[in-house]
């Protein structure tokens, strides 16, 4: 039997999201509260939800920094509540060591860092807790990071840089196994340098490592379709598709039951013409 938290990527699993910020681009402040968080929760586990991802520090571009204890108050208590109920793993979206250690000794099995273990003692500190890790490429912090990004070739230098900090993370002791990678869609990113990495996301799971992709109701939908946030639903879907027929196997989602139906036709065609190809 798997123990509380397990992750396993034998098929392609959604990532529901669960803000408990004030000020997250999408939801911030829906589930501030902790009933609030715990209700949402419940019902993305309901809907289908392979993981639920729980934020206390917006990213969002010119996002502001919040400090340790803020921080803590606002996902610990979450984790905890969710953990009294359900085996569901649960991942903790922080680049403070701190949060991490607390977060994973309150029932979190899964470190998901913006900043990919970058951060004062995240690294060694991830290290220790033995718990897989999601590493995501990000020009500059949310601050700043839209502010004219600029590469000779994103989708090579985003490769390269995952490169270096899986081997930075093997040489300070994490498994291979444990390791997740994420290109950071939206992170210190221009539309077309989206665009062209979501093309090229075939060359990221060809790195051996699993793959998440998080496009929910971010701008790059909006700027295409010329849409706002609450709108984006059909393009967001569109890509969590094509992000399983590339090869993704954890798909991070604002709306986890429309996203599990995709994931799990897409996948259920795809898994189809391996099963031919296997028999002749």
Request: with cysteine; charged share 20%; hydrophobic share 45%.
């Amino acid at each position: 039997m798997l123990k509380p938290g397990t992750l396993t990527f034998e098929t392609p699993t959604v990532m529901g999201i669960l803000n408990v910020t004030p000020d997250s681009f999408s939801d911030g402040g829906r589930y501030t509260s902790c009933e609030a968080a715990l209700q949402q929760a419940r019902q993305m586990i309901a809907e289908g939800a392979g993981i639920i991802d729980i934020g206390g520090e917006s990213t969002r571009p010119g996002a502001t920094a919040v400090g340790l204890d803020e921080e803590l108050q606002r996902v610990i208590p979450i984790i905890e509540a969710i953990r009294a109920e359900s085996d569901i793993p649960i991942s903790i979206d922080t680049s403070k060591a701190e949060v991490m250690a607390a977060a994973v000794g309150a029932g979190a099995s899964l470190i998901n860092d913006v900043r990919a273990l970058r951060d004062e003692d995240a690294l060694l500190g991830a290290a220790s807790l033995n718990v897989p890790v999601c590493l995501m490429h990000m020009q500059g912090q949310p601050r700043n990071m839209q502010n004219a990004p600029r590469y000779q070739d994103v989708v090579s230098e985003v490769m390269a840089f995952l490169q270096q900090r899986i081997e930075s993370c093997l040489a300070a002791g994490i498994a291979a196994e444990q390791i997740i990678l994420d290109p950071g869609f939206g992170f210190g990113k221009t539309l077309e340098q989206n665009l062209r990495l979501f093309r090229h996301l075939d060359r990221f799971t060809a790195m051996g490592h699993p793959l998440l992709v998080g496009v929910s109701r971010k701008s790059m939908i909006g700027d295409v379709l010329d849409v706002p946030v609450e709108q984006r639903l059909a393009g967001g879907l569109a890509l969590a598709g094509l992000a399983v027929w590339l090869g993704a196997k954890i798909i991070r989602a604002h709306d986890v039951q429309q996203t599990v139906h995709a994931v799990k036709m897409c996948h259920a065609v795809a898994q189809a013409g391996e099963d031919k190809e296997k028999k002749q």
